[in-house]
């Protein structure tokens, strides 16, 4: 069996008065991303999980933040043509863990809707998502809350 394993890690201030968006999900708080597209650290993570498991670069390399096509879009956008891109090559999702890193606000009570919308954009089952959060128990600029963090690792399998 030809199995591949990637990992993806992404950071973003966090700025008073911007939408918050993770996983593809908009998340109520007072502050939101700072970032070229929308600022979901969690897609972003996932994305660049994806692409290091082909060695197909990052996602600086497929979306750069200096191209204005990429202004503000919606990074489910971002994460559909990473996943053609995945099936151009001939793999499948296998699955895919994740970690957002976030002190504040708790979003425990938003994870099954992220796992549905990750789900449908990736066109697997939700089985195959796993969502995670934690604080940084107020260390660093998590602690801080002057920022968010994901990490994702996929399994991705030959077609």
Request: glycine share 10%; proline share 3%; charged share 25%.
């Amino acid at each position: 069996m030809d199995i591949r394993i990637g990992n993806g890690y992404d950071v973003h201030r966090l700025a008073e008065g911007l939408s918050f968006w993770l996983g593809g999900c908009r998340i109520t708080h007072t502050k939101g991303a700072v970032a070229h597209s929308d600022g979901d650290v969690l897609i972003h993570a996932i994305c660049d999980a994806l692409l290091g498991a082909l060695a197909l670069g990052d996602i600086g390399k497929h979306f750069p933040d200096t191209d204005p096509a990429f202004k503000g879009i919606d990074s489910k956008k971002l994460l559909t043509e990473t996943v053609a891109l995945i099936r151009r090559e001939g793999y499948e999702v296998g699955n895919i863990d994740t970690i957002v890193c976030l002190q504040q606000p708790k979003i425990k009570d938003y994870i099954p809707q992220m796992r549905q919308t990750l789900a449908q954009v990736l066109q697997i089952n939700e089985n195959r998502i796993s969502v995670k959060a934690t604080t940084t128990e107020t260390l660093g600029f998590v602690g801080r809350e002057e920022g968010v963090a994901a990490h994702a690792v996929v399994l991705l399998e030959k077609s």
